[in-house]
């Protein structure tokens, strides 16, 4: 992560608040200057610069707490697209499995032995429209499956621990 930029920009502000108080000190000083050594009472007065620089001071505050609030918001983003985009090992799952019934969005799967210990036994699933489903890298339907079919299920767990399935693939040579 590279130096923040908006710390340069906070600090450009800053300085352009100081230097337009001392101009304006030294426009005043000279104006009151003026008015004193000719005695003319005629000229416009200027507004004395305590308001000046109170009013400038809100202004900065305001423009720096603007500045700061969207480029921390950019800051942030950034930061979850980016951890978003990466995907652990431990976030993809895949297990071999037999068909034991399909419904409509359902299947219900019987884990073989030779999956993990939580991958065993009888697994429901719901099958959304975005689940890719395919038999030697041809794309198939949930109701292409049998009852009895070879099936390996890859799950996708999110960073909120849903688990939902990402692909379905028919492993039997026939269809």
């Not at 992560?1 to 030294?26: C, K, S």
């Not at 003319?40 to 707490?65: C, D, F, Q, S, W």
């Not at 409509?104 to 993990?116: C, H, T």
């Not at 991958?119 to 049998?146: A, C, F, K």
């Given at each position: ?26 426009a005043?000083?000279r ?72 419904n ?13 210990q ?33 099936v ?7 960073r909120?621990g ?14």
């Open positions: 992560m590279g130096f923040p930029i908006f710390f340069l920009i906070v600090l450009a502000i800053a300085a352009l608040l100081v230097a337009t108080v001392v101009v304006y000190f030294h005043y000083k104006n009151i200057n003026k008015v004193l050594e000719t005695n003319e009472h005629t000229r416009i007065p200027m507004t004395p610069p305590y308001k000046v620089a109170i009013i400038l001071t809100i202004v900065v505050l305001i423009v720096g707490i603007s500045i700061s609030y969207f480029v921390g918001y950019k800051v942030a983003y950034d930061n979850y697209e980016e951890s978003s985009s990466q995907t652990s090992i431990f976030d993809i799952q895949t297990f071999y499995a037999k068909v034991k019934e399909v409509d969005n359902a299947l219900l799967v019987e884990g073989i032995s030779l999956n993990d939580s991958y065993r036994g009888e697994l429901n699933y719901d099958v959304s429209e975005e689940t890719r489903m395919e038999w030697h890298n041809t794309p198939i339907s949930l109701s292409d499956l049998d009852e009895g079919d070879l390996s299920i890859t799950l996708l767990t999110d909120g849903v688990t939902d399935i990402f692909k379905i693939q028919l492993l039997d040579d026939k269809r």
